[in-house]
């Protein structure tokens, strides 16, 4: 099984409240804590998925790599 990694509201909730903006604090009401929320869930899955490719690509590069058994020629 594979670990879930997800934000949580109150993860969003603590950093809106430390949220500034030019020394400027911002006040973020729930709504738009939940938007952010669910935002940063789907940055962080497509991030996943796109990492998980890549690592995938890069280990069929190296299967093949291997076999490619090297050519010794003496002359």
């Given at each position: 099984m594979?670990?879930?990694f997800?934000?949580?509201y109150?993860?969003?909730k603590g950093f809106a409240d430390v949220y500034t903006?030019?020394?400027l604090a911002i006040p973020i009401t729930p709504p738009y804590i939940q938007f952010?929320?669910?935002f940063a869930?789907?940055?962080?899955?497509?991030?996943?998925?796109?990492a998980q490719r890549a690592?995938?690509?890069a280990a069929e590069k190296r299967v093949i790599?291997?076999?490619k058994k090297p050519l010794i020629i003496e002359g």
């Open positions: 594979q670990p879930q997800k934000v949580d109150t993860q969003t903006v030019n020394g952010a929320t669910d869930n789907i940055v962080l899955a497509n991030f996943i998925a796109h690592a995938q690509i790599a291997q076999d």
